[in-house]
């Protein structure tokens, strides 16, 4: 049988890398594909988990001289797992006929050290906003096959001597799933229906209360709005109820399973939380607000305008937003990180109808066709063979 090690280093990156081993698997049914999570915590549905695995205060976002993040790892033991994994993957060597790392190049430093044929997917570095370096390009010259977001990047990268390619994003593919009908209850009544991402770190807790906030002003003035809160599967439900309590709200239990609970303002329900998968409710969505990563791109590449928040230094921070502007141009809308003008920037675009089409072409077009999934694991496959 053969074996596939995959490594990743991302809540984002480890839910890509489940959607190439599904296609894998699909293609190559008689395959083992191990999973290392260098950072993150992600359940993988199509992979095994291996290696040692430690949750850091920052959630991965150590990029880009945050000295304030990269300080608080290492207090927590980053140097000692970070040594621990490449142990690992050391001790690995012969052990796995193909090795793939998701992420950024780091994930592949780290990946080389198991010495298989390596395949590359880079999920985040484009020259619309931060260009592969000198000593990265390097490092991609030693991978066997090399993925990038999209032909720019990757034209780029052939030019200074990379052979890499951009068969599709992957994020286009992830959430691609099908429909439930259950997300039609979940939007049922509001007019209109707002999905809330506040993404799948430990900080999602405290970013969905200030997005919720944003939505019980603004449902003052639209009767029927309504927010959709998705649950990422690493986070708890309840610890959300609890925080949603603490800031006012009428928490109850939901009646489907698919939405544990629902909150209440004023008497008047406006937020139910959604545990189902991301694409049917996006297909459902006017607006999106999120201080998510991946879930924002999926959302701009289902065609729905995204509208993230400036929130200050001990969130995501600006150099964080900068990236995800230049990935998705136009699809995404900044506003302040002040509840108020946030409402105020919100009921705008909800009453700019010609806006909303604008972002939401745009966010297909910056994010591309789906089947970049299914490519990669066709030159996996190749790669076994």
Same mark, same amino acid.
């Given at each position: 049988?053969?074996?596939?090690?995959?490594?990743?280093?991302?809540?984002?990156?480890?839910?890509?890398?489940?959607?190439?081993?599904?296609?894998?698997?699909?293609?190559?049914?008689?395959?083992?594909?191990?999973?290392?999570?260098?950072?993150?915590?992600?359940?993988?549905?199509?992979?095994?988990?291996?290696?040692?695995?430690?949750?850091?205060?920052?959630?991965?976002?150590?990029?880009?001289?945050?000295?304030?993040?990269?300080?608080?790892?290492?207090?927590?033991?980053?140097?000692?797992?970070?040594?621990?994994?490449?142990?690992?993957? *050391?001790?690995?060597?012969?052990?796995?006929?193909?090795?793939?790392?998701?992420?950024?190049?780091?994930?592949?430093?780290?990946?080389?050290?198991?010495?298989?044929?390596?395949?590359? *997917?880079?999920?985040?570095?484009?020259?619309?906003?931060?260009?592969?370096?000198?000593?990265?390009?390097?490092?991609?010259?030693?991978?066997?096959?090399?993925?990038?977001?999209?032909?720019?990047?990757?034209?780029?990268?052939?030019?200074?001597?990379?052979?890499?390619?951009?068969?599709?994003?992957?994020?286009?593919?992830?959430?691609?799933?099908?429909?439930?009908?259950?997300?039609?209850?979940?939007?049922?009544?509001?007019?209109?229906?707002?999905?809330?991402?506040?993404?799948?770190?430990?900080?999602?807790?405290?970013?969905?209360?200030?997005?919720?906030?944003?939505?019980?002003?603004?449902?003052?003035?639209?009767?029927?709005?309504?927010?959709?809160?998705?649950?990422?599967?690493?986070?708890?439900?309840?610890?959300?109820?609890?925080?949603?309590?603490?800031?006012?709200?009428? *928490?109850?239990?939901?009646?489907?399973?698919?939405?544990?609970?629902?909150?209440?303002?004023?008497?008047?329900?406006?937020?139910?939380?959604?545990?189902?998968?991301?694409?049917?409710?996006?297909?459902?969505?006017?607006?999106?607000?999120?201080?998510?990563?991946?879930?924002?791109?999926?959302?701009?590449?289902?065609?729905?305008?995204?509208?993230?928040?400036?929130?200050?230094?001990?969130?995501?921070?600006?150099?964080?937003?900068?990236?995800?502007?230049?990935?998705?141009?136009?699809?995404?809308?900044?506003?302040?990180?002040?509840?108020?003008?946030?409402?105020?920037?919100?009921?705008?675009?909800?009453?700019?109808?010609?806006?909303?089409?604008?972002?939401?072409?745009?966010?297909?077009?910056?994010?591309?066709?789906?089947?970049?999934?299914?490519?990669?694991?066709?030159?996996?496959?190749?790669?076994?063979?």
């Amino acid at each position: 049988m053969p074996h596939i090690l995959v490594v990743s280093n991302g809540n984002g990156e480890a839910a890509i890398a489940d959607r190439i081993a599904a296609e894998v698997h699909a293609l190559v049914p008689a395959v083992q594909i191990d999973h290392l999570a260098l950072v993150g915590e992600h359940v993988p549905a199509a992979m095994h988990e291996v290696g040692p695995r430690r949750t850091m205060p920052s959630g991965g976002l150590i990029a880009m001289g945050q000295v304030r993040n990269i300080s608080r790892d290492l207090r927590a033991g980053l140097i000692g797992l970070t040594l621990a994994q490449r142990a690992y993957l *050391v001790s690995a060597r012969g052990r796995y006929d193909v090795v793939v790392a998701v992420g950024d190049v780091f994930a592949l430093i780290m990946a080389l050290a198991a010495h298989a044929p390596t395949t590359y *997917v880079g999920t985040a570095k484009s020259v619309r906003v931060a260009p592969y370096g000198a000593f990265e390009r390097r490092m991609l010259r030693r991978a066997r096959n090399v993925f990038v977001r999209d032909e720019a990047t990757a034209q780029r990268l052939r030019e200074q001597g990379v052979d890499a390619s951009a068969p599709g994003n992957v994020i286009v593919d992830l959430f691609a799933a099908p429909d439930d009908p259950h997300a039609d209850h979940a939007v049922r009544g509001f007019a209109p229906a707002i999905a809330v991402l506040p993404g799948s770190r430990a900080m999602a807790y405290d970013d969905a209360r200030f997005l919720l906030d944003v939505v019980r002003r603004c449902a003052r003035d639209h009767p029927k709005l309504g927010a959709i809160l998705s649950i990422a599967p690493m986070l708890d439900p309840q610890t959300y109820e609890r925080v949603l309590r603490d800031d006012g709200w009428d *928490v109850r239990a939901g009646a489907d399973p698919r939405m544990s609970f629902v909150a209440l303002a004023e008497g008047r329900e406006i937020v139910r939380a959604w545990r189902g998968a991301l694409g049917p409710l996006l297909a459902r969505a006017q607006v999106v607000i999120g201080q998510a990563g991946t879930a924002n791109e999926a959302a701009a590449a289902a065609g729905v305008p995204v509208m993230a928040f400036e929130r200050g230094k001990d969130r995501k921070t600006a150099w964080y937003r900068m990236r995800q502007v230049g990935l998705l141009g136009d699809a995404l809308m900044i506003a302040p990180g002040d509840p108020a003008r946030a409402c105020a920037a919100l009921s705008a675009l909800l009453d700019d109808a010609p806006r909303r089409v604008a972002m939401g072409t745009a966010g297909k077009e910056r994010m591309g066709p789906p089947g970049g999934a299914l490519a990669i694991a066709h030159s996996i496959a190749e790669a076994l063979a």
